[in-house]
């Protein structure tokens, strides 16, 4: 049995680690430059600018019914959308500021109508919710704010106060957990609180103390308790979230204890929609980027940035159909499965997921061999072995494998599968192994 000794949180993240592959939406205004979600930052655009954003963010294609069916098609549980980006704009209708769509010819809550899309397909439902905030007066200029840079920049943020943002804050998260029904995660982004990037003695970063986490942790427990809450205000909570790159090994918190953590990537360099990115990642990266997740132990959020119009972009569309394929057969080897105990080494060119009882190895090609797959160490062990695309059965040799030439290998623990010499139909070949 794979018992990993997996650190306690306050919330419960019991039904998390057996979902284990989730939806991250990133969609505000950025969608229209559609140039990065940072693009306010990156190019350092004025309030007056950015606001022919607001006068024209007009998704009259979103169909959240149309997104929440495509992600559980790909296989995932669960989805985290943004309520607000560092931009400032709330896709929900706040009653603490005007800055939010149902003032833009959206005219209406876009969260709403996520939630109970989502909902309706069965998928457990989170909020993204940006602790930086580049359009509040009261947030003070720091060296990734916009106006960094403008001349009067440190007396504009002189008499900014952090309490009253940090109030703000406190306000909308209330407006979130209470209006929306049972939500399941609450995802926020992020803290940045040393000082080595600063240019002036007068901007800070930002962390725990500014956001005044410990209150407003606490006010997200109060109003839903049980819900799953990330790392990212500062204060350790439920979920680790390494963003990306693919970790090779189960994450750790500082005294060494295994984790409940969370891998986020995107389908290209970007969060939010950017129409000019030419990074996509090809099918067989994106499967093998959920499996080397599941097999150390973790979730992957995969992220979609929906264009202004409220629609999945095609190479979205396509990036998700990839999931669909593969998962539609091979899924059993995600949900309910982990890093495989420590008697069971992958073999050159493949990765191995177990069910958390123990009873079902996963053995992942990666690298399709020819013949035979020789895994030492599973001999005696087996009671039946299949691929799982198909559940065709897969004959193997033990102690030897069956060839008469010299040099072929055996060992006393040896395992040797019989594989086809023509790759099945599937991205990523799976052998489900029936354990003993
Ligand atoms: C980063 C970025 C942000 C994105 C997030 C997702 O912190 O600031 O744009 O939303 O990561 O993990």
Redo the contacts with the bound molecule.
């Keep these: 049995m794979p018992s990993f000794e997996i650190r306690k949180t306050p919330g419960d993240t019991t039904w998390f680690r057996h979902d284990r592959f989730g939806m991250f939406i ?1 969609w505000g205004l950025y969608s229209m430059p559609a140039r990065h ?2 693009v306010k930052s990156h190019e350092k655009i004025s309030e007056e600018h950015y606001d022919k954003y607001f006068k024209h963010f007009d998704p009259d294609m979103y169909d959240p019914r149309e997104w929440a069916r495509q992600a559980k098609a790909a296989g995932m549980k669960y989805v985290v959308m943004t309520t607000k ?2 931009e400032g704009f709330c896709m929900f209708d706040s009653a603490y500021t005007d800055y939010k769509c149902t003032n833009t010819p959206a005219g209406r809550d876009l969260i709403r109508e996520y939630v109970d899309a989502f909902r309706a397909e069965g998928l457990r439902v989170g909020f993204y919710y940006s602790l930086i905030d580049w359009h509040h007066p009261e947030f003070p200029i720091d060296h990734i704010h916009p106006r960094r840079d403008d001349p009067d920049a440190e007396q504009k943020s002189a008499g900014r106060d952090m309490h009253k943002y940090a109030e703000y804050m406190r306000n909308q998260v209330t407006e979130l957990l209470t209006n929306y029904g049972k939500i399941d995660i609450l995802w926020f ?2 803290s940045y609180d040393t000082d080595a990037n600063n240019p002036h003695k007068w901007m800070r970063g930002k962390g725990a103390k500014e956001w005044e986490a410990e209150e407003l942790v606490a006010l997200a427990r109060k109003l839903q308790p049980g819900i799953i809450i990330d790392n990212r205000t500062g204060l350790e909570q439920d979920l680790w ?1 390494p ?1 990306q790159y693919q970790p090779l090994e189960w994450i750790k918190d500082k005294d060494g204890n295994l984790v409940t953590w969370e891998a ?1 990537q995107t389908f290209s360099g970007s ?1 939010g929609y950017y129409r000019d990115e030419m990074t996509w990642k090809s099918p067989e990266m994106l499967i093998q980027m959920l499996i080397n997740t599941v097999c150390i132990g973790g979730n992957l959020l995969m992220n979609v940035g929906p264009t202004s119009r409220g629609y999945l972009d095609y190479r979205a569309e396509n990036a998700l159909a990839a999931y669909a394929g593969w998962m539609k057969y091979n899924a059993r080897s995600i949900y309910g499965c982990t890093q495989a105990s420590d008697e069971f080494k992958a073999p050159r060119g493949t990765r191995l997921t177990q069910t958390e009882d123990g009873k079902r190895l996963y053995i992942f090609l990666f690298e399709y061999p020819f013949e035979f797959l020789q895994f030492p160490g599973l001999a005696g062990k087996i009671e039946y072995a299949q691929f799982l695309q198909d559940g065709s059965e897969i004959l193997y040799d033990e102690h030897k494998v069956n060839h008469f030439s010299e040099g072929a290998s055996s060992a006393e623990d040896l395992v040797a599968f019989r594989l086809p010499v023509v790759k099945p139909n599937t991205l990523v070949p799976v052998i489900e192994v029936f354990l003993k």
């Design positions: 990133h979600e940072w980006h560092h982004d992020f979230t963003e986020c969060w």
